[in-house]
């Protein structure tokens, strides 16, 4: 990937002609934005665990970028370096296509202008089955300092939020969240004695930048935004700034609300800690981060903590799709532009029972969003999930 | 070190004792050239001039999501015989400016242990208070001196 400044990857073409005078439009649409360097590669491995599910049709495309994404090239000489970044799409195999809840889901993840990747996207289709319903885990986590913490975020958290539902009593989706994210807090924590005990073999299989130089980073933390979808409801788990929005009937509804230092109630809560909001470029806790609540982060406990909150939100038939998302899109790219273009996205596919058209949608979605986040100048790394929520046997006709 | 008549100066003194010998505290502090491997704000460090010794400067990146992307320092005082260092911030596009700081490397009077005595001067920036200002800079040679008393303290135990 030498030589390539920044990076979309693997983004779905759709085999055969699927259709449609408005997937033919939705590519113009696509094609008129900058165009984005796509590169296959492996750097973040896509979530490929689960056996039933593959990826198809990853094509490659090839196109040039603007020179003037190399924004602090005056500042430091090694900046031209590559970037690269990676776009999943998670097709469902003939065999998945038996059960009549598969999602369809589109996600990017790009390192953007950045120098590192440290955003990690995390996609578990049918994670869990209680009460014989099928439940499904998405994850965005936008990691600082380094990108270890994020990436055992997305290593581990649906892990152990199956485990902590399986033992859930009845509907306690707020406590079992919380716990959740707790529990990954914790084993971040702990991640130097795992390394001594381990010899760094078996938890840093991802070897990152910082552990190489201390088996210890107490200033290394990421944001999670969870999303577990079950038959009747969203449940949406957030610590941090990344978000989770829903587009219901073309309105953009924000399931999770971004912690940042200055919103006044986690100003009182970290006042009240003993801590401080310094606003030293920006609100920051203790003037050095800019969110009051992230995964890891130990030197800034107990002001930056790591329980999430939490919504649960009961799904109607005016759903259309699910958005998480990193602050790379949501700096520059409002709630409601952002569900105007998934719609678009998903209505050019119908919402039929052609669940490639589906899948194919979400990707574009997904990647249209991300090409809207570069062209806007985002200047962090931009991890987009959309998952396509409208029920489809019932609800065919709908659009 | 300059600083304008108007221009409002703070400063204060992090203290931090470690259960390592001083040898080997001073070992891992004394390298301007690799700060890395207790600063975990630092990402890179590349020296601009000189060997690691006085007069020597080093430029160095810092970790992402900082108010600060890289930072110029300069070695004014490295005396390997009383164990004191001092180093000015001569660049960067941080708050720090007029920064300087000297750290002070003492044998506790218990055994075996190292007291590490950081103090520092920095200009008020505006828009800042004084109290607010050395609560930034202290968070941040603070967690320097924790993450140096863990990594010495951590060689202890491997030896």
Redesign the interface.
């Known amino acids: 990937m030498a030589g390539i400044c920044c990076g979309v990857v693997g983004e779905t073409e759709p085999a055969a002609p699927v259709d449609s005078t408005s997937r033919a439009s939705l590519r113009r649409r696509l094609d008129l934005l900058p165009s984005i360097k796509i590169v296959a590669d492996s750097a973040v491995a896509p979530p490929l665990e689960n056996c039933r599910k593959r990826q198809k049709r990853e094509t490659v495309v090839l196109s040039t970028l603007p020179g003037n994404l190399d924004l ?1 090239s005056n ?2 000489s090694e900046n031209k370096k590559a970037r690269s970044a990676v776009t999943n799409s998670n097709s469902v195999t003939e065999a998945e296509s038996f059960f009549s809840d598969v999602p369809k889901i589109g996600t990017t993840s790009v390192c953007g202008r ?1 120098r ?1 990747m ?1 955003d990690a996207v995390s996609i578990h289709p049918s994670f869990l089955q209680r009460n014989s319903e099928n439940h499904h885990f998405y994850g965005v986590f936008d ?4 990108s270890h913490v994020a990436e055992k975020c997305r290593e581990r958290l649906h892990d152990i939020v199956k485990k902590e539902v399986e033992v859930m009593a009845s509907d306690e989706w707020t406590e079992t969240m919380v716990k959740s994210f707790q529990k990954m807090d914790k084993e971040v924590s702990q991640r130097e004695c795992n390394l ?1 005990v381990n010899g760094a073999t078996r938890s840093m299989k991802n070897s990152c ?2 552990e190489l ?8 933390g990421s944001t999670a935004v969870v999303s577990v979808v079950t038959p009747e409801k969203i449940i949406v788990s957030n610590c941090g700034d990344s978000r989770a929005v829903l587009c219901r009937n073309g309105v953009a509804i924000p399931l999770s609300v971004d912690h940042k230092p200055d919103r006044p109630d986690e100003l009182i809560r970290i006042q009240q800690a003993g801590g ?1 909001v ?5 609100a ?1 806790v ?5 969110m009051s609540r992230a995964i890891g982060d130990n ?1 800034l406990k107990p002001y930056v903590i790591p329980d999430p909150e939490v919504t649960v939100t009961d799904r109607t038939d005016e759903d259309e799709c699910l958005i998480l998302a990193s602050d790379g899109l949501w700096d520059v790219v409002p709630n409601e532009t952002a569900c105007g273009v998934a719609r678009m996205c998903l209505r050019g596919a119908g919402a039929g029972d052609d669940s490639d058209a589906a899948h194919n949608a979400c990707s574009d979605a997904a990647l249209l969003l991300t090409k809207l986040a570069l062209a806007r100048q985002s200047s962090d790394n931009v991890s987009v999930v959309v998952v396509d929520l409208r029920k489809r046997r019932n609800n065919q006709a709908s659009s | 070190m300059k600083t304008s008549q108007e221009q409002h100066v703070c400063g204060s003194t992090v203290v931090q004792t470690i259960n390592a010998p001083l040898p080997l505290v001073w070992s891992i502090l004394r390298r301007f050239d690799n700060p ?3 600063k ?2 630092v ?1 890179t460090c590349k020296l601009r001039s000189g060997d690691g010794g006085e007069g020597s400067v080093r430029e160095v ?1 810092v ?8 930072s110029l320092e300069r070695l004014d005082e490295l005396d390997d015989e009383s164990h004191v260092m001092v180093i000015s911030i001569i660049g960067g ?1 941080h ?1 720090l400016v007029n920064y300087q700081s000297k750290t002070t490397v003492f044998v506790a009077a218990e055994e075996e242990k190292t007291v590490v005595v950081e103090s520092y001067v920095v200009d008020v920036p505006e ?2 208070t004084e109290e ?1 200002t050395t ?2 800079a202290d ?2 040679v603070g ?1 320097n001196l ?2 140096l008393a ?2 010495s303290e ?1 060689m202890m135990e491997l030896t």
């Open positions: 602090d500042v430091r950045r590192d440290e990691g600082h300092g380094c001594v930048r910082c130089q201390s088996p210890q980073c107490d200033a290394v401080r310094i606003y030293w470029d920006g920051r203790l003037g050095v981060l800019a030197y | 890395k491997t207790f975990h704000f990402k990146t970790v992402s999501d900082l108010p600060a992307s890289f596009d708050r828009g800042n607010e609560l930034f968070t941040i967690c924790r993450s863990k990594l951590k």
